[in-house]
C-alpha cells in the first residue's frame, strides 16, 4: 500500500477549499395522457422543458401487447429482435426546443425509415400506446464532474444511482478500476496501482483529488506491480470491469477477476476500505473459479439483481470459435448456479463476420448494467442486447433469455450500413469509431458511445432496441475514451448523462456532465380514461414548473394505503410534509406553497405503500 499512501499524503496537501458541485438539470414535463382519434389528425403534445435548451425526440409503442407480438425479427436480415415485449412504431426526428412551453406533433403514422428521410404513411389503428419524450442539452457547454479518473470506459465505470435494493441513491456516485497506474495531482509520479478500484460522489468538487476513495483490490502474488494477467502461481487475476455493491452488506464489493488471455475467470468478496487495502472474504466462494473454453480476451464486469451475481466471459478476438457464456452465482455463498453458451455472441458470422472485419470482431459484452430486472449488455462491437436472467431461470430456455437484440442489422451502431460502403454490414470494416459503451436510463433507453476521436457522439436506442439515431455533444476534444451514462434517481439534482473527455496529457480524463431528461405517458382513443381508478402508480411533474409561490402535485394510486408526500431541498433536507394519511385507490392533488422557502431548486417524493417517485420542481422569486 505504499504507493495509496503516497497519494493520500500528496491530495491532503492541496491548500485549495472544497466547493460542491451542483449542475442545472434538464427536465421534461408533458401530459400523462392525451386523447387521440387516430384520423390522421395532427396531436399536438405540450412539452414543458426546464433548465437547458434541448433536443427531442418523440417515440410511440405498443402498450400491453408483448404476449401478442411475440418473437419478432425484424430489421437488416432479420438481425434485430425483440422477444414478447412492447416495441416501437414511430420515432420523429430531432426537434430543438428551448426552454418554456414546446409542442411535438404526431398524425398516428407508423414507424419511419432507419434513413429517417420522412413519416411512414400507414396509420396505426385505434388504441392505447404509450409515448416516451427523449431529451439531451444539444446546445450548452458540459459541465466538469470529477477529477480525473483516467480511461473510465476501459477501466470498467459505472454510476451507481441506485442502492442495493434499487431505491434511488440520495447521493449516487460513480466507481470503477484504474487501468494503469494514475498520476492524480499532475506532478508526474505515479499515485495508485494498476486496478486500483475508486469511488467519486457527484456534487464533489472536481478540482479536490482528495475527495476520491480508492481500495487496492489486487491481493495478488509476489509479482503485483509487474503483472499484466497471472503473475506467478500464487497471483491471481487481475480486476476487470465494473464491480458492484454486496446488496446483503454496503461494507463489501464483488469484482471479477480476469484479463487478457487470461485462462481463469473467477468473481471475488471484498471488503472495502477506503485508501487502503481491500479484505478479501475468503469463505465467500472459495471454489468459485472457472475456465471457459477459449481465452478471456476482455473484461466484463458483474452486477447483482439482489439475489444472484451475473457476469460473462468475452473471448473478443476470436474470430474462428467464439466461446462467450454466461453466468449466474449466488450472492448469500458464491455458489455458480446456472452456466450456459450465449448463443447471440457466439453467433460470429451473423454480427461482425465479412470481409474488412478486424481483430475488434468476435467475443462478448464488455460493459453491463442491471436496470429494472435486464441485464443491458455491449461491447466494442455493433451488438447490443437485453436480457431477463429471471426468465432464462424460470424456463433454462436460451430464447427466453433474449429481451432485444440488436446485431449489426440498423443503420445506428453499424458504420458500415450504408450499401455503397466498401465492407457492407460487416460492423467497423476499416472505418471508425468503435463503439465504447453501453448503458440505460430508468425507462430503458440505452447510450452507446461511438466516438473515439474528435467531438464526442453518442447512439440512442429506444427501450425495445430500435436505432433512433447519432448525437453529438457541444465542445471540442482531441479524445474521449468512450463514456456515455445516465444517472437516474428519479429527479435528483445530478441526474443527466455523464461523458468523459480528456483534457490534457493522456490517461487524465474527467467526467462531464450534459442535461438529459426521458419521460413516458399515453396515447388513447378511450375518452375519459384519465378519470378511471389508475392501474399503476404515477406521479406527474407539478404545475406550474417553475412556479412563485404555488404549484399543484398530482399522482394516482392503484389501490387505497397510507400516502406520504415530502418535500426536500438540493441538500436532502425535509422542507415540509403535504399528505401523511391513508387515501382511497385513484387520482389526487395537493398543492405545495412555498412562499416561506428561498428561489432554487426543490424535490417531491410521494411513497404509497411499495411505490415511490421523487419529481424535480423550481421555486422562482
Excluded at 473510465?152 to 497506474?181: K, L, V, W, Y
Excluded at 438540493?570 to 406553497?593: I, P, R, W, Y
Aim: charged content about 20%; hydrophobic content about 35%; some cysteine.
Amino acid at each position: 500500500m505504499r504507493k495509496l499512501a503516497l497519494v493520500v499524503a500528496l491530495v491532503c496537501a492541496l491548500p485549495v477549499m472544497a466547493m460542491a458541485w451542483t449542475p442545472t438539470p434538464l427536465t421534461l414535463s408533458a401530459p400523462d395522457v392525451v386523447q387521440y382519434d387516430f384520423d390522421g389528425s395532427d396531436l399536438e403534445i405540450p412539452v414543458v422543458v426546464t433548465g437547458k435548451p434541448c433536443g427531442l425526440v418523440l417515440s410511440v409503442f405498443t402498450s400491453g401487447m408483448g404476449d401478442d407480438i411475440g418473437l419478432v425479427e425484424n430489421g437488416y436480415l432479420e438481425w434485430h429482435r425483440v422477444n414478447y415485449i412492447d416495441t416501437c412504431v414511430y420515432f420523429s426526428q430531432a426537434y430543438n426546443f428551448q426552454p418554456g412551453t414546446n409542442t411535438v406533433t404526431w398524425h398516428g403514422q407508423t414507424h419511419v425509415t432507419y434513413m429517417q428521410e420522412g413519416d411512414g404513411e400507414d396509420l396505426m389503428p385505434a388504441g392505447t400506446y404509450t409515448y416516451y419524450l427523449w431529451a439531451y442539452d444539444n446546445q450548452s457547454a458540459r459541465e466538469l464532474a470529477t477529477c480525473p479518473l483516467g480511461q473510465m470506459a476501459r477501466g470498467g465505470c459505472s454510476i451507481h444511482d441506485e442502492t442495493p435494493d434499487f431505491q434511488p441513491r440520495s447521493e449516487p456516485f460513480i466507481g470503477g478500476c484504474f487501468i494503469s497506474n494514475l498520476d492524480l495531482d499532475g506532478d508526474g509520479t505515479k499515485d495508485c496501482p494498476y486496478k486500483t478500484a475508486f469511488r467519486w460522489k457527484l456534487g464533489d468538487d472536481p478540482l479536490q483529488t482528495d475527495l476520491l476513495e480508492t481500495c487496492y483490490l489486487y491481493n495478488s502474488g509476489p509479482n503485483a506491480d509487474e503483472v499484466t494477467g497471472y503473475g506467478g502461481d500464487e497471483a491471481e487475476c487481475w480486476t476487470n470491469g465494473q464491480w458492484c455493491i454486496d446488496p446483503t452488506d454496503s461494507d463489501y464489493i464483488f469484482s471479477t477477476r480476469d484479463g487478457q488471455n487470461s485462462e481463469i475467470k473467477s468473481v471475488f468478496r471484498h471488503q472495502w476500505v477506503t485508501n487502503g487495502e481491500a479484505i478479501r472474504d475468503t469463505e465467500w466462494g472459495p471454489d468459485l473459479t472457472w475456465a471457459p473454453p477459449g481465452k478471456i480476451y476482455k473484461p466484463c464486469g458483474v452486477k447483482s439483481d439482489g439475489t444472484y451475481l451475473f457476469t460473462f466471459t468475452n473471448d473478443q478476438g476470436n474470430n474462428e470459435d467464439a466461446s462467450t457464456y454466461a453466468y449466474i452465482i449466488a450472492v448469500e455463498d458464491g455458489e455458480m448456479l446456472y452456466e450456459f453458451i450465449h448463443e447471440d455472441w457466439t453467433d460470429y458470422e451473423a454480427y461482425a463476420g465479412g470481409e474488412g472485419s478486424n481483430y475488434l470482431n468476435g467475443g462478448g459484452p464488455t460493459t453491463i448494467q442491471y436496470r429494472n430486472g435486464r441485464l443491458h449488455l455491449g461491447s466494442f462491437v455493433c451488438l447490443k442486447e437485453a436480457c431477463d436472467p429471471a426468465a432464462y431461470m424460470e424456463t433454462e430456455v436460451y430464447r427466453d433469455f433474449v429481451v432485444w437484440t440488436n446485431e449489426n442489422g440498423d443503420w445506428v451502431s453499424d458504420m458500415n450500413w450504408d450499401p455503397t460502403h466498401d465492407y457492407t454490414w460487416t460492423c467497423f470494416g476499416e472505418t471508425p469509431p468503435k463503439n465504447r459503451s453501453h448503458d440505460a436510463d430508468g425507462l430503458e433507453w440505452v447510450f452507446n458511445m461511438t466516438g473515439s476521436y474528435g467531438n464526442v457522439t453518442f447512439d440512442l436506442f429506444a427501450p425495445d432496441g430500435t436505432g433512433i439515431g447519432y448525437f453529438s455533444i457541444v465542445g471540442d476534444s482531441e479524445r474521449s475514451q468512450g463514456l456515455a451514462q445516465p444517472c437516474d434517481t428519479g429527479g435528483g439534482p445530478y441526474d443527466g448523462l455523464y461523458v468523459d473527455w480528456q483534457g490534457g496529457e493522456s490517461n487524465t480524463n474527467s467526467l462531464y456532465y450534459v442535461g438529459q431528461d426521458t419521460i413516458m405517458g399515453t396515447i388513447t382513443d378511450v375518452i375519459g380514461v384519465a378519470d378511471d381508478a389508475p392501474a399503476a402508480f404515477a406521479v406527474a411533474q407539478n404545475t406550474p414548473n417553475p412556479f412563485n409561490p404555488t404549484t399543484t402535485i398530482n399522482f394516482d394510486i392503484p389501490e387505497a394505503g397510507h400516502v406520504s408526500v415530502d418535500v426536500f431541498n438540493v441538500a436532502g433536507q425535509k422542507v415540509d410534509t403535504l399528505v401523511n394519511s391513508e387515501l382511497s385507490a385513484g387520482n389526487h392533488t395537493v398543492t405545495f406553497d412555498g412562499a416561506n422557502l428561498a428561489a432554487g431548486v426543490y424535490f417531491y417524493t410521494v411513497k404509497a405503500g411499495d411505490f415511490s417517485k421523487t419529481m424535480k420542481m423550481t421555486l422562482l422569486k
